[in-house]
């Protein structure tokens, strides 16, 4: 049974870009939750998907923007990069009508130049 | 409004002694408690969970939390620390039906030989 995985592992991008992380939850799984971990601190929650919409949005702007396909897997997308924006992706998956329990991939990071 | 707190950002201890990771939460409902650890380089492991069951919960690896309402907290224990259980430490809430999450700033757990 596959994980929660998540791609590219690495990326690095210059000010000003575009970015697109992808994601795929683990079999079973229908929500799929994204958060950003900065180096040395803990994950913050940037949005959730349930049923291809967002369901709850943490403190993060309008660059900050995702989707979610009919097979479950997501997307994040971040326009308009800042150096600010560097840091470690993650994303986690979840059954919603199963409890709470999130489940965490890898992680995507990012490196904005 | 939800928030959790991790008292110590680095707890060293010794080989064989015992682990005690300190968090307390604030919600003004009764959330969903959860441990997980980050090995470096890797993705978000899941220790434990708490949700209003027994208010002593066992995970993996030896670790248990103690949920204690009068106290708000939840604090994560081991009886005899391993060199593997060097990693960051995160105490999460998460309210019903886990629509948000909150991390705390995590814990930096070093075990000496």
């Known amino acids: 049974d596959a994980g929660v995985t998540q791609s590219p592992t690495h990326l690095i991008k210059t000010r000003g870009q575009q970015v697109t992380l992808r994601c795929s939850p683990k079999?079973?799984?229908?929500?799929v939750s994204w958060y950003q971990q900065a180096l040395g601190q803990g994950p913050q929650f940037i949005f959730q998907y349930y049923e291809e919409e967002e369901r709850q949005r943490g403190n993060f702007p309008d660059r900050f923007s995702g989707h979610q396909f009919p097979n479950y897997s997501s997307e994040l997308n971040v326009n308009a990069l800042l150096l600010g924006d560097s840091a470690l992706y993650l994303c986690?998956?979840?059954?919603?009508?199963?409890?709470?329990?999130?489940?965490f991939g890898p992680g995507t990071r990012l490196l904005v130049l | 409004a939800q928030s959790v707190t991790q008292l110590d950002s680095h707890v060293s201890v010794s080989e064989g002694t015992p682990v005690l990771l300190r968090c307390n939460y604030s919600?003004?409902?009764?959330?969903?408690l959860f441990w997980y650890v980050q090995h470096p380089n890797k993705g978000l492991q899941l220790l434990l969970k708490y949700t209003s069951a027994a208010t002593l919960v066992k995970g993996i690896n030896g670790f248990e939390a103690e949920f204690k309402k009068s106290e708000t907290s939840f604090h994560l224990t081991k009886p005899s620390a391993h060199m593997s259980d060097a990693a960051e430490y995160f105490c999460v809430a998460q309210n019903t039906g886990g629509f948000k999450t909150i991390f705390g700033a995590g814990t930096r757990l070093f075990v000496k030989a």
């Open positions: 919600s003004s409902y009764s959330p969903s």
């Open positions: 079999s079973g799984h229908d929500t």
């Open positions: 986690a998956s979840s059954l919603r009508q199963g409890g709470e329990t999130q489940y």
